[in-house]
């Protein structure tokens, strides 16, 4: 796994451009009125990786009511708000385009494999990587526009082989903080000639 390192001025030029999407007029009666104040909500969304189970734990605490929170987080049928607003393309407003090219990643941080390329030009956006829930939306609707939960992945790993596995910082690694390299290191030697095009011609061990 990759880690990534980030800028903080990516961190809010997301905040500023997510801030809107966010059903905040939803919630119009205690206690969530009184919780989700805008210096909530920007904490929500600017909030760290280490800080990801404070927020559940509030919400959890409060007794928040987690449909109206989903609707406002991650969005609803008509995609007006949230997660679902921020991955529609719209060439004039920020949007899922706008985070990955400023990303810049181009291979996907958890299998370091496949590409993930960002392509657009001043009329089409062609392609972007996927953005993985690392805590994932269906359990963690407060956290789907959270920007340290949104990490760029290949199709693969983020629909396929991962999917809605949960996930957490006590049970996994992740992008934003961790390296694999921290952990473990491959150490490759070489047996023979035949190395570079056969596997009994090296050895390649875990360390």
Same mark, same amino acid.
């Given at each position: 796994?990759?880690?990534?390192?980030?800028?903080?001025?990516?961190?809010?030029?997301?905040?500023?451009?997510?801030?809107?999407?966010?059903?905040?007029?939803?919630?119009? *009666?205690?206690?969530?009125?009184?919780?989700?104040?805008?210096?909530?909500?920007?904490?929500?969304? %600017?909030?760290?990786?280490?800080?990801?189970?404070?927020?559940?734990?509030?919400?959890?605490?409060?007794?928040?009511?987690?449909?109206?929170?989903?609707?406002?987080?991650?969005?609803?049928? @008509?995609?007006?708000?949230?997660?679902?607003?921020?991955?529609?393309?719209?060439?004039? %407003?920020?949007?899922? =385009?706008?985070?990955?090219?400023?990303? @810049?990643?181009?291979?996907? &941080? #958890?299998?370091?494999?496949?590409?993930? #390329?960002?392509?657009?030009?001043?009329?089409?956006?062609?392609?972007?990587?996927?953005?993985?829930?690392? =805590?994932?939306?269906?359990? #963690? &609707?407060? *956290?789907? *526009? /959270?920007?340290?939960?949104?990490?760029?992945?290949?199709?693969?790993?983020?629909?396929? *082989?991962?999917?809605?596995?949960?996930? /957490?910082?006590?049970?996994?690694?992740?992008?934003?903080?961790?390296?694999?390299?921290? #952990?473990?290191?491959?150490?490759?030697?070489?047996?023979?000639?035949?190395?570079?095009?056969?596997?009994?011609?090296?050895?390649?061990?875990?360390?």
């Amino acid at each position: 796994m990759i880690k990534i390192d980030i800028d903080e001025t990516i961190v809010n030029n997301f905040y500023n451009g997510v801030k809107e999407y966010i059903g905040q007029h939803l919630f119009i *009666l205690n206690p969530e009125k009184d919780y989700f104040t805008d210096e909530k909500i920007e904490e929500i969304i %600017k909030c760290k990786i280490d800080d990801f189970q404070k927020i559940i734990d509030e919400i959890n605490s409060l007794g928040l009511n987690q449909d109206l929170i989903k609707k406002a987080f991650v969005g609803d049928e @008509n995609d007006k708000f949230g997660y679902k607003k921020f991955t529609t393309k719209a060439k004039t %407003k920020y949007r899922a =385009y706008n985070l990955s090219e400023a990303l @810049n990643i181009d291979v996907c &941080p #958890y299998c370091n494999k496949n590409y993930t #390329y960002t392509i657009v030009n001043k009329t089409h956006q062609f392609t972007r990587p996927d953005f993985d829930h690392f =805590y994932d939306k269906g359990t #963690y &609707p407060i *956290l789907a *526009l /959270s920007f340290y939960n949104l990490i760029p992945s290949c199709i693969l790993c983020n629909s396929r *082989l991962k999917s809605t596995a949960k996930f /957490s910082i006590n049970s996994h690694l992740h992008p934003y903080k961790d390296s694999f390299n921290n #952990y473990a290191k491959f150490k490759l030697e070489i047996l023979n000639s035949k190395f570079f095009y056969d596997e009994t011609g090296f050895d390649l061990k875990l360390e």
